[in-house]
């Protein structure tokens, strides 16, 4: 029985963390989960062809890979259960779960060596017990939260499943080949499959390979016992880890308007961004050590950005903080390597979305992974058992309140999730100076509809209460201006000039933000619906506003351009100027199928039909994955029927 306790109670641990976010399985999609997965009309799928999978997975739009695996996911999601964000979020939970076995099958075979290598007195039985520990604290951590109730974070989550079962197999051929044995096999499964499993989840899953080389520095030492095999380690990170650093350097170095574009569009520059960054991982390590559910959230763009080393001031000490861990990971490798291990862990895990690529500032989630690498450390030397016997006790105490803290915050957490407006009130009072808080508290309030006129005066008082504090917050947002706009045409109230000034304004000179398109285009189907009673100046100003917009590029500018079309056509009826216009949206975003397949149907109402060909030619072409091919065959028939002369241009 003692031999199989730790299992048994591994088995406890996966029915209490199911306990502890059932609250939150009820709650609703979020933030990012619409345009990803709500308004995803790809993800819709009624069959499992390999055909529609294919359109499914590949109809996302975050990052350079589009995250297929994910996407693909969200879609058998729906096939199975239809729009419903419970099972979509359900399945994040059994994730979520797979993701707290593979930790502890990985601590256990780590700590299995570490007893070998370093310290033979540690018994089986206490290996199994911190793998135990880890495991739980990391299932119940409330910073993992995100990653389980925030639909489209299953990207972070299914990167991490695929990084861990990686690093699961690497450690079983690692010790393999420590011992003389053959264990490349292993090695090379856990390398060359789960790396692109993981990749193709989530960018950051191109991290694995340097998570192992942190295994090898600190626990192997690049340590085996054949020759032939410290050959085959030498070059197995040479290409893993050497070589593709170099290339992306290389890359990074010769393209650098590539990716220092994307802070064009940011209020930070990229060294404000490192600088501010230093603070934010130390936010992290707090959190994950002793966490604090007031200083939690689904945002974090209140803290404030390093303008200087000294402003604020913590900025330098956060700085000397990180250089003073690195060293001390450098110093324990041979006496400590669990610190040097976990501190390593942690930073490696780090080392895309918290250094110099132009994302938000701070998200939780960026510490589902990572975190394994400071829970681990944390709960060894918790529950070590050859020094310092006279407190183990106390310290297994600690050990299991913060077990309980964990579960007790995430379970709190996961009752706030349960529905939008207890969700985001606790968020605007954890975070009263977040904008984008404050905002969504708006929309919460501005969507709430009861029966009688006093309850609808009420939420109207808060919902613009709270849009005009988002705008106050922030002067480069253009979201809360948009909120007030529509909350007042949706209640029959007349829209202020203040609020279509000071939008313009913004439209015109802030960073342009990629949701301020989006939201574009909802004003212009309001209008054009006749729902939003803007003057045609008014409208039209704000779109030119946007144009003007020196960082209005490429997909975003294309999006403008269409609404601008879709004004021109409907309402000035100038079918010359629209067609230039969406000839200029193709122009903006030339890679985009959908926009050319919209030049394709006005050219053809305009009965330009040879134009209309050349551009389906076009299209035809680009559409290399053919998950436009339904849309091209629809153009093609209804081309075919048309006389085959163009009209004069």
């Given amino acids: 029985m003692r031999r199989f306790l730790p299992f048994f109670c591994l088995l406890v641990a996966l029915v209490v963390t199911v306990l502890v976010y059932q609250r939150g399985l009820s709650g609703p ?24 999978l ?17 996407m693909m996911s969200f879609a058998v999601n729906y096939y199975a259960t239809g729009l419903d964000p419970y099972y979509f979020k359900l399945t994040n939970l059994v994730i979520h779960l797979c993701n707290g076995v593979g930790l502890f099958i990985l601590t256990w075979l780590l700590l299995g060596f ?15 017990w911190v793998s135990l520990a880890v495991a739980t604290a990391w299932l119940l951590h409330p910073f993992n939260l995100t990653s389980v109730l925030y639909i489209v974070q299953r990207m972070t989550s299914l990167a991490a499943l695929f990084s861990i079962w990686g690093l699961v197999l690497f450690l079983l051929g690692r010790v393999r080949l420590y011992e003389g044995k053959n264990g490349l096999l292993p090695m090379l499964a856990g390398l060359l499959l789960f790396t692109p499993l993981a990749v193709l989840s989530k960018e950051n899953g191109a991290l694995l390979p340097l998570l192992m080389l942190v295994m090898e520095v600190t626990l192997f030492g690049f340590h085996a016992e054949k020759t032939s095999a410290r050959r085959f380690l030498a070059g197995f990170y040479v290409l893993s880890v050497a070589i593709p650093a170099v290339i992306a350097s290389g890359y990074l170095a010769m393209h650098t308007e590539w990716w220092l574009a994307g802070y064009k569009t940011r209020d930070f520059t990229l060294t404000e961004r490192v600088m501010t960054e230093a603070r934010v991982v130390w936010f992290y ?11 939690m959230g689904l945002y974090h763009d209140d803290i404030a950005i390093s303008r200087g080393w000294f402003q604020p001031a913590s900025t330098a000490l956060a700085m000397a903080g990180l250089i003073a861990l690195l060293a001390l990971a450098f110093i324990a490798r041979k006496k400590a390597p669990i610190i040097s291990f976990g501190v390593l862990f942690f930073l490696a895990g780090h080392a895309l979305e918290s250094t110099i690529w132009p994302l938000e500032i701070a ?38 309140l913060l077990i309980g803290l964990f579960a007790f915050n995430t379970f709190a957490r996961a009752g706030k999730w349960a529905n939008p407006q207890s969700l985001f009130q606790a968020e605007v009072e954890h975070h009263p100076g977040s904008a984008l808080a404050n905002g969504e508290m708006g929309a919460v309030y501005s969507n709430i509809v009861t029966p009688d006129s006093f309850g609808m005066a009420t939420n109207y008082i808060f919902a613009r209460g709270y849009f005009e504090m988002a705008a106050k917050l922030d002067r480069n947002d253009t979201k809360p201006l948009f909120g007030l706009i529509m909350l007042n045409t949706s209640r029959g109230k007349i829209v202020e000039p203040g609020w279509l000034q000071e939008l313009a304004h913004r439209l015109e000179a802030a960073p342009y933000a990629a949701v301020t398109s989006d939201k574009l285009l909802s004003l212009t189907e309001c209008q054009l619906g006749g729902k939003c009673e803007l ?34 056509i409907n309402v000035a009826r100038d079918y010359p100027a629209a067609l230039r216009i969406m000839q200029q949206m193709v122009q903006a975003a030339p890679q985009n199928v959908a926009y050319r397949i919209k030049l394709i149907e006005f050219l053809t ?9 050349e551009q389906l030619a076009i299209v035809k072409r680009m559409d290399t994955l053919q998950d436009h091919s339904a849309e091209i065959a629809a153009q093609e028939l209804i081309l ?10």
């Fill in 29 to 52: 999609f979020l933030f990012d989960d619409g345009p990803n997965i709500v308004q995803n009309s790809k993800l819709a799928i009624h069959d499992l062809n390999l055909g529609t």
């Fill in 114 to 128: 570490y007893r070998k290598r370093f310290e033979p007195g540690l018994s089986i039985a206490h290996a199994q």
């Fill in 285 to 295: 390590i707090g959190q994950i050590m002793l966490p604090s559910t007031a200083q």
């Fill in 54 to 70: 294919k359109q499914a997975a590949y109809s996302g739009y975050s990052g350079p890979l589009l995250r297929p695996l994910s």
């Fill in 605 to 613: 109402a305009l009965r330009r039909i040879d134009e209309a060909k």
């Fill in 535 to 568: 003057t045609d100046t008014e409208f039209a100003g704000l779109l030119q506003a946007a144009l003007r917009n020196p960082t209005l590029t490429g997909l975003n500018r294309a999006k403008v351009l269409y609404a601008l079309s879709s004004y021109t």
């Fill in 363 to 400: 998200h939780e989630h960026r510490n589902y992974l990572p975190m394994y690498g400071i829970l681990l450390t944390l709960f060894f030397y918790l529950l070590y058992p050859l020094k310092y016997i006279d407190n183990l006790r106390l310290r297994q105490m600690v050990a299991v």
């Fill in 640 to 649: 075919s029927g048309q006389d085959n002369h163009a009209s004069p241009r």
